[in-house]
């Protein structure tokens, strides 16, 4: 299976600055790839799809790039909703895969 | 669109457990729809999908031959039945709609316990 590697684990991040998450995975999954924000006692919300085009509602402020092995989720100025988990999530190959997971917390 | 689970609780070891879940707001017959745990302090597992029509399923091979996934498309309904439980199957179990998890529910928990 495609094993999906997320980086940091942590992130301590000022309100209003840029956040910058990676994701590899271990093998390409082309641009078949999600980015989800996870938050305790709420249904979890998909942010990205395909590697970059954002999900309707998400905020201009998230961006995805990549394609293949490497990607990336920015969030160019966070807010006090974004701090949560980040996972992504690979649907190019069975079974779909998720990576561990960046916790954004405040700095 | 959204999703709602229900059926979660307390379960000894070796029993079982019905999940349920409606869907709303997109055409949840068009998609794939799939099941998501969490279990304690860990990350998320894949663990079951079915097709749109109901006529292929997947299963994550720490489930195979214990957990049923099934649909009903005239209710907007998905299930999963959850049998001979064990300890490690304890999480939070998210359904999902889409051909990859697009609308979420909040997630219920299952706990197996004596």
């Known amino acids: 299976e495609v094993v999906m590697t997320q980086s940091p684990a942590t992130l301590s991040v000022s309100p209003g600055e840029r956040a910058t998450l990676s994701c590899r995975a271990s093998q390409s999954v082309r641009s078949n790839l999600a980015w989800s924000q996870h938050k305790p006692g709420q249904a979890p919300r998909l942010l990205i799809y395909?590697?970059?085009t954002r999900a309707t509602g998400t905020p201009a402020r998230f961006g995805g790039s990549g394609s293949g092995t490497e990607f990336t989720l920015t969030i160019s100025s966070l807010q006090s909703e974004d701090f949560a988990v980040y996972y992504c999530?690979?649907?190019?190959?069975?079974?779909?895969?998720f990576g561990q997971g960046t916790k954004v917390e405040i700095k | 669109g959204q999703m709602e689970e229900s059926g979660g609780g307390l379960v000894q070891p070796g029993g079982s457990l019905r999940l349920s879940c409606a869907a709303s707001?997109?055409?949840?017959?068009?998609?794939?729809a799939q099941w998501v745990r969490q279990a304690p302090g860990k990350g998320l597992e894949y663990i079951s999908a079915?097709?749109?029509?109901?006529?292929?399923?997947y299963y994550a091979d720490s489930v195979k031959g214990r957990f049923t996934i099934s649909r009903d498309n005239s209710k907007n309904t998905l299930d999963l039945q959850l049998g001979s439980l064990r300890l490690e199957d304890t999480a939070v179990y998210y359904c999902?709609?889409?051909?990859?998890?697009?609308?979420w529910g909040q997630g219920t928990l299952v706990t197996v316990s004596s």
């Open positions: 079915i097709s749109s029509n109901g006529g292929t399923t």
């Open positions: 395909d590697a970059s």
């Open positions: 707001g997109f055409s949840f017959s068009n998609y794939v």
């Open positions: 999902a709609g889409g051909n990859f998890p697009v609308h």
């Open positions: 999530h690979q649907y190019n190959d069975w079974p779909q895969t």
